[in-house]
Protein backbone atom coordinates (compact mmCIF):
# COMPACT_ATOMS: atom_id res chain seq x y z
CA UNK A 1 0.00 0.00 0.00
CA UNK A 2 2.78 2.51 1.22
CA UNK A 3 4.51 1.90 -2.35
CA UNK A 4 1.48 2.48 -4.43
CA UNK A 5 0.96 5.71 -2.62
CA UNK A 6 4.24 7.19 -2.87
CA UNK A 7 5.27 5.96 -5.99
CA UNK A 8 8.12 3.78 -5.23
CA UNK A 9 9.23 1.68 -7.50
CA UNK A 10 9.46 -2.12 -6.68
CA UNK A 11 11.48 -4.81 -7.86
CA UNK A 12 10.86 -4.94 -11.68
CA UNK A 13 12.14 -1.21 -11.41
CA UNK A 14 8.61 0.37 -11.50
CA UNK A 15 5.68 1.49 -9.42
CA UNK A 16 2.46 3.23 -9.44
CA UNK A 17 4.24 6.52 -10.57
CA UNK A 18 5.39 4.88 -13.54
CA UNK A 19 3.87 5.55 -17.00
CA UNK A 20 3.08 2.99 -20.00
CA UNK A 21 6.00 5.00 -22.23
CA UNK A 22 8.30 4.56 -19.24
CA UNK A 23 8.15 0.78 -19.19
CA UNK A 24 7.80 0.44 -22.95
CA UNK A 25 11.02 2.77 -23.56
CA UNK A 26 13.45 1.41 -25.66
CA UNK A 27 10.92 -1.83 -26.98
CA UNK A 28 10.53 -1.52 -30.95
CA UNK A 29 7.26 -4.25 -31.62
CA UNK A 30 8.05 -3.71 -34.96
CA UNK A 31 7.37 -7.72 -35.70
CA UNK A 32 3.88 -7.34 -33.16
CA UNK A 33 0.75 -7.44 -33.73
CA UNK A 34 -1.58 -6.74 -31.19
CA UNK A 35 -5.55 -6.97 -30.60
CA UNK A 36 -7.06 -4.69 -27.94
CA UNK A 37 -10.30 -4.63 -27.21
CA UNK A 38 -11.71 -1.10 -25.68
CA UNK A 39 -9.20 0.41 -27.55
CA UNK A 40 -10.97 3.79 -28.33
CA UNK A 41 -10.74 5.50 -24.74
CA UNK A 42 -9.73 5.85 -21.80
CA UNK A 43 -6.37 3.44 -20.74
CA UNK A 44 -7.36 0.95 -23.39
CA UNK A 45 -6.86 4.17 -26.20
CA UNK A 46 -3.21 5.01 -24.13
CA UNK A 47 -2.50 1.24 -24.05
CA UNK A 48 -3.12 1.20 -28.08
CA UNK A 49 -1.06 4.62 -28.39
CA UNK A 50 1.64 3.56 -26.98
CA UNK A 51 1.96 -0.09 -28.53
CA UNK A 52 1.67 1.91 -31.74
CA UNK A 53 4.50 3.99 -30.66
CA UNK A 54 6.52 1.41 -30.55
CA UNK A 55 5.59 0.24 -33.95
CA UNK A 56 3.62 -2.73 -32.96
CA UNK A 57 0.60 -3.11 -35.51
CA UNK A 58 -2.45 -2.31 -33.13
CA UNK A 59 -6.34 -3.42 -33.85
CA UNK A 60 -8.71 -1.09 -32.25
CA UNK A 61 -11.80 -2.87 -31.39
CA UNK A 62 -14.24 -1.02 -29.88
CA UNK A 63 -18.36 -1.35 -29.88
CA UNK A 64 -18.36 2.48 -31.16
CA UNK A 65 -16.90 2.68 -34.73
CA UNK A 66 -16.94 6.86 -34.77
CA UNK A 67 -15.27 6.59 -31.10
CA UNK A 68 -12.53 3.69 -32.57
CA UNK A 69 -12.13 5.54 -36.03
CA UNK A 70 -11.11 8.85 -33.99
CA UNK A 71 -8.64 7.32 -31.54
CA UNK A 72 -7.19 5.93 -34.82
CA UNK A 73 -7.04 9.38 -36.24
CA UNK A 74 -5.93 11.06 -32.43
CA UNK A 75 -2.49 8.26 -32.67
CA UNK A 76 -2.14 9.00 -36.61
CA UNK A 77 -2.20 12.82 -35.96
CA UNK A 78 0.87 12.81 -33.46
CA UNK A 79 2.84 9.61 -35.09
CA UNK A 80 2.17 9.25 -38.82
CA UNK A 81 3.78 5.72 -39.49
CA UNK A 82 1.93 4.23 -36.68
CA UNK A 83 0.05 0.96 -37.73
CA UNK A 84 -3.43 1.19 -36.42
CA UNK A 85 -6.73 -0.21 -37.63
CA UNK A 86 -10.28 -1.02 -36.45
CA UNK A 87 -12.38 -3.29 -36.09
CA UNK A 88 -16.41 -3.72 -34.71
CA UNK A 89 -16.58 -5.40 -30.95
CA UNK A 90 -19.81 -6.02 -29.08
CA UNK A 91 -18.66 -7.96 -26.17
CA UNK A 92 -22.16 -7.87 -24.67
CA UNK A 93 -22.83 -10.19 -27.95
CA UNK A 94 -21.80 -13.60 -28.34
CA UNK A 95 -22.66 -13.09 -32.09
CA UNK A 96 -20.55 -9.63 -32.52
CA UNK A 97 -17.65 -12.01 -31.03
CA UNK A 98 -17.99 -14.44 -33.65
CA UNK A 99 -18.05 -12.13 -36.41
CA UNK A 100 -15.13 -10.03 -35.14
CA UNK A 101 -13.06 -12.97 -34.80
CA UNK A 102 -13.93 -14.21 -38.41
CA UNK A 103 -12.87 -10.83 -39.76
CA UNK A 104 -9.53 -10.89 -37.99
CA UNK A 105 -8.64 -14.01 -39.37
CA UNK A 106 -9.73 -13.32 -42.76
CA UNK A 107 -6.91 -10.46 -42.64
CA UNK A 108 -4.75 -13.61 -42.54
CA UNK A 109 -2.61 -11.34 -39.84
CA UNK A 110 -0.62 -12.87 -37.70
CA UNK A 111 -1.54 -12.31 -33.48
CA UNK A 112 0.86 -11.92 -30.85
CA UNK A 113 -0.27 -9.81 -28.56
CA UNK A 114 -4.19 -10.29 -27.15
CA UNK A 115 -5.52 -7.14 -24.28
CA UNK A 116 -8.83 -8.18 -23.03
CA UNK A 117 -9.06 -4.66 -21.84
CA UNK A 118 -12.90 -3.46 -22.70
CA UNK A 119 -15.77 -3.44 -19.56
CA UNK A 120 -18.35 -1.94 -18.04
CA UNK A 121 -18.63 -0.89 -14.22
CA UNK A 122 -21.28 -1.12 -11.73
CA UNK A 123 -24.30 -0.54 -14.33
CA UNK A 124 -27.81 -1.30 -13.00
CA UNK A 125 -29.22 -4.93 -13.77
CA UNK A 126 -29.42 -5.69 -17.12
CA UNK A 127 -29.08 -8.71 -19.31
CA UNK A 128 -27.40 -9.11 -22.39
CA UNK A 129 -28.54 -10.12 -25.99
CA UNK A 130 -27.82 -13.39 -24.98
CA UNK A 131 -29.85 -13.28 -21.59
CA UNK A 132 -26.44 -13.00 -19.49
CA UNK A 133 -26.19 -10.30 -16.79
CA UNK A 134 -24.23 -7.84 -18.56
CA UNK A 135 -21.16 -7.26 -16.56
CA UNK A 136 -20.69 -10.93 -16.43
CA UNK A 137 -21.47 -11.22 -20.36
CA UNK A 138 -19.01 -8.10 -21.17
CA UNK A 139 -16.40 -8.50 -18.39
CA UNK A 140 -16.00 -11.82 -18.89
CA UNK A 141 -17.88 -14.01 -21.11
CA UNK A 142 -17.49 -12.16 -24.10
CA UNK A 143 -13.68 -12.01 -23.47
CA UNK A 144 -13.31 -15.66 -22.65
CA UNK A 145 -15.21 -16.30 -26.01
CA UNK A 146 -13.05 -13.91 -27.71
CA UNK A 147 -9.79 -15.40 -26.40
CA UNK A 148 -10.76 -19.07 -27.07
CA UNK A 149 -11.53 -17.83 -31.20
CA UNK A 150 -8.41 -16.94 -31.45
CA UNK A 151 -6.22 -18.67 -29.84
CA UNK A 152 -5.64 -20.52 -32.79
CA UNK A 153 -4.37 -18.02 -34.24
CA UNK A 154 -1.92 -17.05 -31.71
CA UNK A 155 -0.55 -20.73 -31.70
CA UNK A 156 0.39 -20.69 -35.17
CA UNK A 157 1.74 -17.28 -34.90
CA UNK A 158 4.48 -18.24 -31.82
CA UNK A 159 4.94 -21.45 -33.76
CA UNK A 160 5.88 -19.96 -37.09
CA UNK A 161 7.79 -17.09 -35.69
CA UNK A 162 9.12 -18.21 -32.65
CA UNK A 163 8.17 -15.14 -30.39
CA UNK A 164 6.10 -15.71 -27.39
CA UNK A 165 2.54 -15.46 -27.66
CA UNK A 166 1.09 -12.87 -24.54
CA UNK A 167 -2.53 -12.39 -23.37
CA UNK A 168 -3.26 -10.20 -20.84
CA UNK A 169 -6.78 -9.70 -18.78
CA UNK A 170 -7.45 -6.53 -17.32
CA UNK A 171 -8.70 -7.62 -14.15
CA UNK A 172 -8.80 -5.29 -10.70
CA UNK A 173 -8.25 -5.40 -7.17
CA UNK A 174 -12.11 -5.36 -7.21
CA UNK A 175 -12.31 -9.07 -7.32
CA UNK A 176 -11.14 -9.14 -3.51
CA UNK A 177 -15.01 -7.53 -3.27
CA UNK A 178 -17.11 -10.01 -5.39
CA UNK A 179 -20.11 -12.07 -3.49
CA UNK A 180 -19.56 -14.59 -0.72
CA UNK A 181 -19.19 -17.58 -2.89
CA UNK A 182 -16.97 -15.94 -5.08
CA UNK A 183 -18.96 -16.95 -8.48
CA UNK A 184 -22.82 -17.17 -7.97
CA UNK A 185 -22.91 -20.09 -10.75
CA UNK A 186 -26.40 -20.58 -9.77
CA UNK A 187 -27.31 -16.95 -9.57
CA UNK A 188 -25.74 -15.19 -12.48
CA UNK A 189 -28.87 -13.62 -13.28
CA UNK A 190 -30.40 -13.26 -10.49
CA UNK A 191 -31.91 -9.72 -10.23
CA UNK A 192 -33.38 -10.10 -6.64
CA UNK A 193 -30.09 -10.44 -5.00
CA UNK A 194 -28.02 -8.50 -7.30
CA UNK A 195 -25.35 -5.99 -6.56
CA UNK A 196 -23.89 -3.92 -8.69
CA UNK A 197 -20.62 -3.64 -6.88
CA UNK A 198 -20.15 -7.29 -6.28
CA UNK A 199 -21.15 -8.15 -9.57
CA UNK A 200 -18.13 -6.44 -10.46
CA UNK A 201 -15.89 -8.20 -8.31
CA UNK A 202 -17.39 -11.45 -9.70
CA UNK A 203 -16.68 -10.45 -13.25
CA UNK A 204 -13.28 -8.93 -12.26
CA UNK A 205 -12.47 -12.23 -10.08
CA UNK A 206 -13.27 -14.48 -13.43
CA UNK A 207 -11.01 -12.47 -15.02
CA UNK A 208 -8.50 -13.52 -13.08
CA UNK A 209 -9.65 -16.97 -12.99
CA UNK A 210 -9.69 -17.05 -16.86
CA UNK A 211 -6.03 -16.30 -17.04
CA UNK A 212 -4.97 -18.79 -14.75
CA UNK A 213 -6.61 -21.46 -15.89
CA UNK A 214 -5.78 -20.87 -19.21
CA UNK A 215 -2.52 -20.40 -18.41
CA UNK A 216 -2.57 -23.56 -17.21
CA UNK A 217 -4.31 -25.33 -19.67
CA UNK A 218 -1.39 -24.00 -21.96
CA UNK A 219 1.57 -24.79 -20.11
CA UNK A 220 -0.18 -28.52 -20.38
CA UNK A 221 -0.08 -27.99 -24.06
CA UNK A 222 3.47 -26.82 -24.17
CA UNK A 223 2.41 -23.86 -26.29
CA UNK A 224 4.42 -20.86 -26.67
CA UNK A 225 1.59 -17.91 -24.48
CA UNK A 226 1.79 -16.87 -21.59
CA UNK A 227 -1.54 -15.60 -19.73
CA UNK A 228 -1.26 -12.57 -16.78
CA UNK A 229 -3.83 -10.77 -15.52
CA UNK A 230 -3.55 -6.93 -14.26
CA UNK A 231 -4.83 -4.16 -11.89
CA UNK A 232 -4.59 -0.70 -13.68
CA UNK A 233 -5.31 1.29 -10.65
CA UNK A 234 -7.89 3.36 -9.69
CA UNK A 235 -8.59 6.34 -12.60
CA UNK A 236 -11.64 8.34 -13.61
CA UNK A 237 -12.13 7.03 -16.63
CA UNK A 238 -15.97 6.45 -18.87
CA UNK A 239 -15.90 3.51 -16.98
CA UNK A 240 -16.94 5.15 -14.07
CA UNK A 241 -20.30 7.05 -15.38
CA UNK A 242 -22.31 4.52 -13.65
CA UNK A 243 -21.24 6.45 -10.61
CA UNK A 244 -19.35 9.71 -11.48
CA UNK A 245 -21.07 12.00 -8.87
CA UNK A 246 -19.15 9.24 -6.21
CA UNK A 247 -16.02 8.23 -7.29
CA UNK A 248 -15.41 12.25 -7.66
CA UNK A 249 -16.23 11.99 -3.78
CA UNK A 250 -14.17 9.57 -2.76
CA UNK A 251 -11.36 10.80 -5.16
CA UNK A 252 -11.76 14.35 -2.88
CA UNK A 253 -10.43 12.49 0.14
CA UNK A 254 -7.95 9.91 -1.45
CA UNK A 255 -6.07 11.67 -4.24
CA UNK A 256 -3.09 10.06 -3.33
CA UNK A 257 -4.38 6.63 -4.34
CA UNK A 258 -5.79 7.74 -8.00
CA UNK A 259 -3.73 7.52 -11.35
CA UNK A 260 -3.71 9.39 -14.24
CA UNK A 261 -4.33 7.48 -17.71
CA UNK A 262 -0.66 7.40 -18.46
CA UNK A 263 0.29 5.89 -15.31
CA UNK A 264 -2.91 3.62 -15.99
CA UNK A 265 -1.85 1.75 -18.69
CA UNK A 266 1.33 1.25 -17.77
CA UNK A 267 1.20 -1.98 -16.13
CA UNK A 268 -0.73 -3.47 -19.57
CA UNK A 269 2.08 -2.60 -21.58
CA UNK A 270 4.90 -3.61 -19.43
CA UNK A 271 2.67 -6.88 -19.41
CA UNK A 272 2.02 -7.06 -22.86
CA UNK A 273 5.45 -5.91 -23.94
CA UNK A 274 8.27 -6.06 -21.28
CA UNK A 275 11.15 -8.57 -21.90
CA UNK A 276 12.11 -9.53 -18.20
CA UNK A 277 8.16 -10.78 -18.55
CA UNK A 278 9.46 -13.40 -21.12
CA UNK A 279 7.70 -17.33 -19.62
CA UNK A 280 6.24 -15.43 -16.92
CA UNK A 281 3.00 -16.22 -16.96
CA UNK A 282 -0.61 -16.91 -14.45
CA UNK A 283 0.74 -13.92 -12.04
CA UNK A 284 -1.37 -10.98 -11.55
CA UNK A 285 0.27 -7.72 -11.57
CA UNK A 286 -0.24 -4.39 -9.61
CA UNK A 287 1.76 -1.52 -10.41
CA UNK A 288 3.95 -2.96 -12.71
CA UNK A 289 5.10 -5.93 -10.46
CA UNK A 290 3.50 -9.21 -9.40
CA UNK A 291 0.96 -9.29 -6.70
CA UNK A 292 -0.66 -12.49 -5.10
CA UNK A 293 -4.69 -12.15 -5.32
CA UNK A 294 -7.25 -13.47 -3.53
CA UNK A 295 -7.53 -16.73 -2.11
CA UNK A 296 -10.74 -17.34 -4.43
CA UNK A 297 -8.56 -16.47 -6.97
CA UNK A 298 -5.80 -18.69 -6.68
CA UNK A 299 -8.71 -21.85 -6.33
CA UNK A 300 -8.30 -24.42 -8.95
CA UNK A 301 -11.80 -26.27 -8.44
CA UNK A 302 -13.52 -22.79 -8.89
CA UNK A 303 -11.22 -21.96 -12.08
CA UNK A 304 -12.46 -25.51 -13.92
CA UNK A 305 -15.92 -25.06 -12.87
CA UNK A 306 -15.80 -21.25 -13.98
CA UNK A 307 -14.54 -22.55 -17.36
CA UNK A 308 -17.28 -24.67 -17.75
CA UNK A 309 -20.13 -22.80 -17.31
CA UNK A 310 -19.21 -20.12 -19.47
CA UNK A 311 -18.55 -23.13 -22.28
CA UNK A 312 -22.19 -23.51 -21.45
CA UNK A 313 -23.44 -20.29 -21.53
CA UNK A 314 -21.59 -19.54 -24.53
CA UNK A 315 -23.41 -22.83 -26.66
CA UNK A 316 -26.80 -22.19 -25.02
CA UNK A 317 -26.20 -18.35 -26.68
CA UNK A 318 -25.71 -19.79 -29.98
CA UNK A 319 -28.52 -22.05 -30.17
CA UNK A 320 -31.03 -19.09 -29.24
Avoid at 78 to 96: E, T
Avoid at 101 to 121: E, T
Amino acid sequence: MLRSITGRPGPSGFGSATTAEQVTHGIDGSNLTAIVTGGASGIGLETARVLAMRNVHVIIAARNMEAANEAKQCILKDNKVARVDVQRLDLNSIRSVKAFADNFKALNLPLNILINNAGVMFCPFQLSEDGIEMQFATNHIGHFYLTNLLLDKMKETAKSTGIQGRIVNLSSLAHLFTYKEGIRFDKINDKNSYHDKQAYGQSKLANLLHANELSRRLQEEGANITVNSVHPGLIMTNLMRHTALLMSIIKAFSSFMWKNVPQGAATTCYVALHPSLNGVTGKFFNDCNEHEPSKLAQDEDLARNLWDLSNNLIDAALKT
